[in-house]
T-cell receptor
């Protein structure tokens, strides 16, 4: 079966410090990978998605970047964190199974980031 | 961007009561999904709907894909305390060479024992 891991679970960082959140998927190959941010426990905002190694699409301009160095690894980064980067970050994966309409996303447990 | 209008935003109910929530959109979707998120956790998929008019159950949960493909509802029967959480609808739409998932803003459910 497929599993998705995110770490760390909780992170407290000072303003201006760098960030690296990691997400890995097991039990599947060539997954689509996604990073979301959730503010105040409501609403999921898609930040980045990737359909393959080195392929990153950004949905919103921001202080963050994403990379996919390996097939099942997705990293969210920042060179200098802002206060507004605080939030709950979720990684998700999906696969195309059975054609259109089957691209369901499965989520990791999330990382709670507090920028102080 | 595309919007899913999810209602109600929050619900406070007594244990044993039935719950109903829905999502509507001005756009047509290929698939409707319902997720539940417990506090501090990632959303977990409850039900997936693939065809207009489809009615699917998962235990005490029942969801339907609207016939116009622009709406969906989720019902929870005989609620229990562990039903507490935020419920999200999501629609899959083919756009830009891939399928994009659009989320509603969630319905926060509180169940009083």
């Amino acid at each position: 079966s497929q599993t998705i891991h995110q770490w760390p679970a909780t992170l407290v960082q000072p303003v201006g410090s760098p960030l690296s959140l990691e997400c890995t998927v097991e039990g599947t190959s060539n997954p689509n990978l996604y990073w979301y941010r959730q503010a105040a426990g409501r609403g999921l905002q898609l930040l980045f998605y990737s359909v393959g190694i080195g392929q990153i699409s950004s949905e919103v301009p921001q202080n963050l970047s994403a990379s996919r160095p390996q097939d099942r690894q997705f990293i969210l980064s920042s060179k200098k964190l802002l206060l507004s980067d605080s939030g709950f970050y979720l990684c998700a994966w999906s696969r195309l199974a059975g054609g259109l309409g089957k691209n369901i996303q499965y989520f990791g447990a999330g990382t709670r980031l507090s920028v102080l | 961007g595309q919007q899913l209008n999810q209602s109600p935003q929050s619900m406070f109910i007594q244990e044993g009561e039935d719950v109903s929530m829905n999502c509507t959109s001005s756009s047509i979707f290929n698939t409707w999904l319902w997720y539940k998120q417990d506090p501090g956790e990632g959303p977990v998929l409850l039900i997936a709907l693939y065809k207009a008019g489809e009615l699917t159950s998962n235990g005490r949960l029942t969801a339907q894909f609207g016939i116009t493909r622009k709406d969906s509802f989720l019902n929870i029967s005989a609620s229990i305390p562990s039903d507490v959480g935020i419920y999200f609808c999501a629609g899959l739409k083919f756009r830009g060479g891939s399928e994009k998932l659009v989320f509603g803003k969630g319905t926060k459910l509180t169940v009083n024992p």
